[in-house]
């Protein structure tokens, strides 16, 4: 089959790449631009680790094509944090609250999160549990990472 | 998990989109949000020479109400329907089903259209379609028609569209007067599929009467089920608690649900009248106070 042409933005840099139709964003991502960060579990949309921002809006790279992000703007798990190469509050609050143990779910933790936090600053404990419900743990029993949101949205807050 | 290989179309127009699916037929398949028909691929269930992307066909976005429905375009995204001011005025029961589809990560993703044209029987809106009898308009390269809802599911994952035709868009009515929606479900987890649930819309008179339903039952059959019988036992009355449970009772009791690892046969009908029997009972409630 023929190989299409992709070029989009990812973590603010133009790249560009030649895929199969049938290549997952995901995959595509891994393999071709070697981000390695954005984890594949299911690879059928359940477990949410392969969650990426798709022009701000967190979605699951497992479950569209490469070629259909052109044009995109994607945000991966290496580019939500500081430039710097330091913590962006989510993570840090990830760590300090324990959200993870042994962090193959993180990055798609981290990912939701971060876009959760911009639609919903100030969430209940109820609607935090509900924003986290499209992401599997299988280490932390989800109590780390539901105080690690609640730390982030004080911090993002008390800075914003 | 890949899929077999497939030619990829992007076509901008309802017009190319209708023209491809006449030149391929049966081979091709129409990709929507993506949030089913990738699995199904991925996992090689099926597959298709040629998948016709739909995402950037800007005419098939957007919701408008007009002439007493909402009519919300195949291709908007359940978290655009989510947080419309039009769906929530004037499409309530479209508004309360959204937020109970997957998870937010899946609505940014899937399409109003998609859920609808896949016609998975524990998806909610098929079931919100068919309870409001919702009219599906649908294209081919020969022109338009609408097609009742009561006339588009016809068994677990397929629907009475042609090969070559497309879900364009969804008109809703708009029910006036004192009315009130509720969906509920029952679930494992929160955004997993439904083991069984139920859309209900009622409409009271003055004295309290109910004056219209509609209840949709969703897991309940190989298709979303329209508890016709239920709702005519209801029309008319003024029905007290023990009423409301019988008439859960009804609306299940033709119903022949599936018998899986995820929940028997019996337990689906158990739930499926008791969760008839609630939203009814928060519905009129809803409807006489407010």
Redesign the interface.
Known sequence: MAEHEITFTVNGQSRHGRAEARKTLADFLREDLALTGTHLGCEHGVCGACTVLLDGEAVRSCLMFAVQAEGSDIVTIEGIGPADGSLGPVQEAFRQAHGLQCGFCTPGFVVSVHAFLQQNPNPSLDEIREGLSGNLCRCTGYQGIIKAVQIAAETMSATA | ????????H?PESVADVVALLAEHGDDAKVLAG??SL??L???RLTRFPH?V?L?RVSDLQGIERQNGSVTIRAMTRQ?VAEHDAVVAASAPLVAAALPKI?????R??GTVGGSIAHADPASELPAVALALDAELEVASRSGSRRVPAAEFFEGTWTTTLEAEELLTAVHFPVWEGSCAFVVDEIAR???DFALTGVAVAVAVGTGGAVERSAIGLVGMGPTPVRASDAEAALNGSTPDAQDLAEVGRLAVSACDPSDDVHASAEYRIHVGAHLVQRALDRALGEARGG
């Not at chain 2, 997957?102 to 899946?106: E, N, P, R």
Request: aromatic share 10%; no cysteine.
């Open positions: 998990m890949k899929p077999a290989a497939f030619e990829y992007a993506g949030q990738v699995p691929l991925a996992m998948i992307d995402n978290s997957g998870h937010f990560q899946i940014n993703r987890r929160s955004g």
